[in-house]
């Protein structure tokens, strides 16, 4: 006890020490406010925020994430909508995953825009080897509106027998408990409306799909647990559960029709009528075989477009929010104020960053990476320098191409006229 308390005398010693130097430093800046300390030190503040992201991000993964869920006999029917267009390697096994699945009652409903689409015979196909699964394929007869994907799930909603509805993309492979971890989660409250699982994706091999893997693994991970954690709006329609009677009270799936990020103004309508939205305890888990880096910038220049559509305010923001930009603020801002040399604030600050990606991909992956680390590094460091690219892309070519239709999207997200191509 005596050494015990012997250490600790000079550790206090220190810090004590310390704080009439903390004092004088904040006299002297309150002595030279000036117009340039005041962004100096709006500079520490926003870039603390986003270290402090980073921590609720990884502490909220941690404790959230991949919990073991038992079967529960009375939880309410599952109806799966899937929407599909276009076939790859990847897709039985995805499917699959949905017939096996181990939930008590659910049916899947298939979309289809057309019955000459090439995915009709693989879905068929696994409808007679699972004749036991009660599985439905529909397809779109008129259009209700501008959304290619309500139009697409729309009869399949209006046809679902059950009170939650689940909506998952074609590339997302399933758990066994998949189905069973989004129904309990949102049964776990009264006034849970929607469920998302945040994205992740499949161990695969190839460098585009490895480079999707570390980007929602990291930068994309990070803004959707920090997100929930502080009850924010974000969800994702590539695999979610709502109950059916909440979305009713919004004017159904219909009164979306419209709307470009249909995902994201059922969070929105919701939570105008007093529901919450959350994530559940399992990552989404895409299996696409297709990905290329063009795919992905495209698909991530898409989403870019759609915030700043929706969210104007984002332009100030975002571009600010990845490592490099976010360390030159930090680093002319501490040193302005501190006068603290300028390169060894920015290694800090990068190996702070890139140590906290890295831990909260962890997370994700729920133990350690496939990827080895020097091509982690390499994914990261491309995913960090080519952001900036995207969305300045995105801000000079505000129009949004999707499939075979570029839509023109007006400020607030409400669709402006659709373009067949």
């Known amino acids: 006890m005596q050494s015990s308390q012997t250490m600790k005398a000079p550790f206090f010693a220190t810090v004590l020490s310390l704080v009439p130097w903390i004092v004088l430093e904040i006299e002297k800046l309150i002595e030279n406010l000036d117009i340039t300390t005041c962004l100096a030190i709006f500079g520490v503040v926003f870039v603390g925020a986003l270290?402090?992201?980073?921590?609720?991000?990884?502490?909220?993964?941690?404790?959230?994430?991949?919990?073991?869920?038992?079967?529960?006999?009375?939880?309410?029917?599952?109806?799966?909508?899937?929407?599909?267009?276009?076939?790859?390697?990847?897709?039985?096994?995805?499917?699959?995953?949905?017939f096996t699945a181990d939930y008590h009652q659910f049916e899947l409903l298939f979309c289809f825009h057309s019955p000459q689409d090439d995915a009709v015979p693989v879905v068929k196909a696994l409808i007679e080897r699972y004749p036991d699964v009660d599985a439905i394929i529909f397809f779109q007869e008129h259009e209700v509106g501008f959304n290619p994907k309500i139009n697409n799930m729309n009869a399949a909603y209006m046809g679902a027998k059950y009170p939650l509805i689940m909506i998952s993309d074609s590339t997302i492979f399933t758990r066994p408990d998949g189905i069973l971890d989004l129904a309990k989660r949102?049964?776990?409250?009264?006034?849970?409306?929607?469920?998302?699982?945040?994205?992740?994706?499949?161990?695969?091999?190839?460098?585009?799909?490895?480079?999707?893997?570390?980007?929602?693994?990291?930068?994309?991970?990070?803004?959707?647990?920090?997100?929930?954690?502080?009850?924010?709006?974000?969800?994702?329609?590539?695999?979610?559960?709502?109950?059916?009677?909440?979305?009713?009270?919004?004017?159904?799936?219909?009164?979306?029709?419209?709307?470009?990020?249909?995902?994201?103004f059922f969070g929105?309508?919701?939570?105008?009528?007093?529901?919450?939205?959350?994530?559940?305890?399992?990552?989404?888990?895409?299996?696409?075989?297709?990905?290329?880096?063009?795919?992905?910038?495209?698909?991530?220049?898409?989403?870019?477009?759609l915030r700043i559509a929706m969210m104007p305010q984002v332009i100030l923001v975002e571009p600010l929010q990845d490592c490099f930009p976010a360390g030159i603020i930090m680093a002319l801002s501490v040193h302005y104020l501190f006068d603290i040399t300028i390169p060894m604030l920015f290694v800090i600050h990068f190996f702070f960053w890139i140590s906290m990606d890295y831990m909260i991909m962890r997370v994700l992956q729920n133990g350690p990476l496939t990827l080895p680390l020097i091509q982690f590094f390499g994914f990261w460091l491309f995913r960090e320098l080519s952001s900036a690219v995207i969305f300045i892309k995105a801000l000079m070519t505000p129009s949004v191409r999707w499939r075979n239709n570029i839509f023109h999207v007006r400020w607030g997200g409400k669709i402006r006229d659709r373009i067949s191509v």
């Open 51 to 98: 270290y402090f992201i980073h921590v609720i991000a990884l502490c909220y993964g941690t404790f959230h994430l991949h919990k073991v869920n038992e079967p529960d006999a009375a939880l309410p029917g599952v109806s799966i909508i899937k929407p599909i267009m276009g076939t790859d390697e990847n897709l039985e096994t995805n499917l699959t995953s949905f």
């Open 268 to 305: 929105k309508n919701l939570a105008a009528r007093g529901y919450k939205s959350g994530i559940s305890n399992q990552p989404a888990l895409q299996n696409s075989a297709s990905t290329t880096f063009t795919s992905f910038a495209n698909r991530v220049g898409r989403w870019a477009k």
């Open 186 to 264: 949102i049964m776990s409250e009264e006034k849970l409306g929607l469920i998302t699982q945040i994205p992740y994706c499949m161990d695969r091999v190839g460098k585009a799909n490895c480079f999707e893997q570390v980007f929602f693994g990291t930068s994309h991970a990070k803004i959707y647990l920090a997100g929930n954690f502080l009850g924010f709006n974000c969800p994702t329609g590539m695999s979610s559960i709502f109950k059916k009677a909440a979305l009713e009270e919004c004017g159904g799936m219909a009164a979306f029709k419209d709307y470009m990020a249909e995902d994201y």
